[in-house]
């Protein structure tokens, strides 16, 4: 079925670890987002990509990288985790920048 | 930035009945998009609705981008539409960031 993986489902981290969070999708879809929901705060964007080979800063992306190697995947880093980055990571992806956007499944993170 | 405010924030109804969700925006957008979180903290496609009226089955949308609201109808609800219900907007010309209300959360009882 076409859509949207992530992987992890879940994880529980130390504080100080790397992490990578996974994303791929299979819609050969050129824009892909990283979001991450918090309570009371919604879903905002941590980095983007408008198509393979290009990133950018999305509202919260301090501590957070991406790349976009390719079009399917779009991985996300924590270089080293802090407790603050504990949340649900959502992966989307859309056609185009201006298009609807589909999200995966999502990662809960704890970081402990 | 632009502000999308829903309401209500606070929905609780019985099987059966009708409901309409508000999505207010405060300026121009060209995406607006309703979802549904379930549950399972899955985030569901409801509708792509930029400006005019959709259906599907029991839900439909309309939104009316010179006056900047969007509503979303739910008719004969089941407890399977229990949930939260986003509104997101991108704004024309601006960054590629959805950005979403707050959700309205909806307790459907049998």
């Known amino acids: 079925i076409a859509g949207i993986t992530q992987a992890p489902t879940s994880q529980i981290l130390a504080a100080g670890r790397r992490m990578t969070l996974r994303c791929t999708q299979d819609?050969?879809?050129?824009?892909m987002y990283w979001y991450r929901q918090d309570l009371g705060l919604g879903l905002r964007l941590i980095h983007y990509?408008?198509?393979?080979?290009?990133?950018g800063k999305g509202e919260v992306p301090d501590g957070y990288s991406v790349s976009r190697a390719n079009t399917d995947d779009f991985p996300l880093t924590l270089a080293s985790a802090v407790p603050s980055q504990t949340s649900v990571y959502f992966c989307?992806?859309?056609?185009?920048?201006?298009?609807?956007?589909?999200f995966g499944d999502g990662t809960r993170l704890s970081i402990l | 930035g632009i502000q999308v405010e829903q309401s209500p924030p606070d929905l609780i109804l019985q099987e059966g009945a009708n409901s309409t969700l508000r999505c207010n925006f405060s300026?121009?957008?060209?995406?607006l998009q309703w979802f549904h979180q379930n549950p399972w903290g899955q985030l569901i496609n409801l509708f792509y609705?930029?400006?005019g009226t959709k259906q599907n089955g029991r839900l439909s949308a309309t939104t009316v981008a010179t006056e900047r609201y969007s509503l979303l109808y739910i008719s004969s609800s089941q407890t399977t539409d229990s949930g939260v219900y986003f509104c997101?907007?991108?704004?024309?010309?601006?960054?590629?960031?959805?950005?979403f209300g707050k959700g309205t959360k909806l307790t459907v009882n049998p």
């Open positions: 609705i930029p400006s």
């Open positions: 989307a992806s859309s056609v185009q920048a201006d298009q609807p956007q589909h």
């Open positions: 300026d121009s957008v060209n995406n």
């Open positions: 997101a907007v991108r704004t024309q010309g601006g960054s590629e960031k959805l950005v």
């Open positions: 819609m050969r879809h050129n824009a």
């Open positions: 990509s408008n198509t393979a080979g290009t990133t």
